[in-house]
């Protein structure tokens, strides 16, 4: 514990010779969320409307898919995370999660009035979807029910932990980070000033939100809940394969063979980020023993989901095709 009773956590840098690294407490997570604030209104989304209007039309398509999907991701954590505030275990703690609140709701409003002021999304379409994200049906049920644990067994501090995974490291560290920062590039390289702004600013409160996960976790591992972890963990990669590949909706794709191939490239690129991302933070939480557990369960979720894919539209998906075409000529 550091001198103002809050907790103190080392971890091994995974870049580094091995050496201890220290993690910040939550107060100094509060601080720093103090020295970062920003706001939509100065963003000002519209002036990237002429930029939309200019975009291809599988472009267009392709971009407002990723940015709904980051829209419904933080739509549900807003809705559900003030459980773990109500039952954080310090008073540090408490303060902390509850600026990742204050966080969320602004994330999620950014998304909503960038894609009705810039991207000219209606009612209507918002509705749809809602009704077609990948995170929303298949993984906020998962974020629901761990919630529920919580409010259930009156804040067990395990069922708690389980949730600060779910949240913090599976949605966050892993879904939201690969999203984020893939469409963070299509922003740029598309000339959109307001997206790459506002996209800047939630990276950068994200990153806030994804230390304080490590560091509990990290904590939880070292207090003997390390099998719980590493189970919850396991299963959340199953589903973060599926989630990634999204069955229930067909693949925007372009009918050019040459397109669709490098489209399916840049979607491959995605999966292969996200799942880098998931091994990588074994190290950061103690259970780099757990590497290949972890490797095969996102195998296994991710094989599951192409072949439901396939059964659904009755065609493998654009990824399943570059998997199959010859390897470019050297």
């Known amino acids: 514990m550091s001198g103002d009773g809050t907790?103190?956590?080392?971890?091994?840098?995974?870049?580094s010779d091995?050496?201890?690294r220290r993690l910040p407490t939550p107060r100094a997570l509060y601080d720093r969320w103090e020295r970062q604030q920003w706001s939509i209104a100065e963003t000002r989304v519209a002036r990237d409307r002429p930029v939309w209007e200019a975009l291809r039309p599988f472009a267009r398509g392709a971009l407002m898919e990723a940015l709904s999907e980051l829209e419904v991701g933080e739509v549900a954590v807003t809705r559900?995370?003030?459980?773990?505030?109500?039952?954080?275990?310090?008073?540090?703690?408490?303060?902390?999660?509850?600026?990742?609140?204050?966080?969320?709701?602004?994330?999620?409003?950014?998304f909503q009035d960038y894609l009705r002021h810039a991207a000219g999304r209606d009612d209507a379409a918002r509705e749809r979807d809602e009704e077609e994200s990948a995170y929303g049906r298949l993984f906020e049920p998962r974020l629901r029910a761990s919630v529920r644990a919580v409010e259930d067994s009156g804040g067990d501090r395990a069922a708690w932990h389980v949730a600060v995974i779910d949240y913090h490291l599976l949605t966050e560290g892993v879904l939201a980070a690969?999203?984020?920062?893939?469409?963070?590039?299509?922003?740029?390289?598309?000339?959109m000033a307001a997206l790459g702004e506002g996209l800047d600013n939630v990276v950068r409160d994200e990153s806030r939100h994804f230390t304080y996960g490590l560091a509990v976790t990290r904590d939880a591992v070292d207090r003997g809940l390390a099998g719980l972890v590493a189970d919850t963990y396991v299963q959340g990669c199953r589903l973060m394969a599926r989630v990634l590949v999204n069955p229930?909706?067909?693949a925007?794709?372009?009918?050019?063979?040459?397109?669709?191939?490098?489209?399916?490239r840049l979607t491959r690129a995605q999966w292969d980020a996200a799942e880098e991302r998931a091994l990588r933070q074994l190290r950061l939480i103690g259970?780099?023993?757990r590497r290949a557990q972890v490797a095969a369960a996102w195998g296994e979720g991710r094989a599951a989901a192409l072949a439901e894919y396939e059964d659904i539209w009755k065609a493998p998906h654009p990824v399943a095709v570059l998997a199959a075409a010859p390897p470019d000529p050297a």
């Open 7 to 15: 907790r103190v956590v080392h971890i091994l840098d995974p870049v």
């Open 80 to 110: 559900t995370l003030s459980t773990l505030v109500t039952h954080a275990p310090g008073d540090a703690d408490r303060t902390f999660l509850s600026t990742q609140v204050a966080d969320e709701a602004r994330h999620a409003q950014f």
């Open 178 to 191: 690969a999203a984020l920062h893939g469409t963070r590039r299509l922003a740029r390289r598309s000339g």
């Open 287 to 289: 259970l780099q023993d």
């Open 18 to 20: 091995g050496r201890a």
């Open 248 to 250: 229930g909706r067909r």
């Open 252 to 264: 925007v794709a372009p009918v050019i063979g040459s397109a669709l191939l490098q489209r399916a």
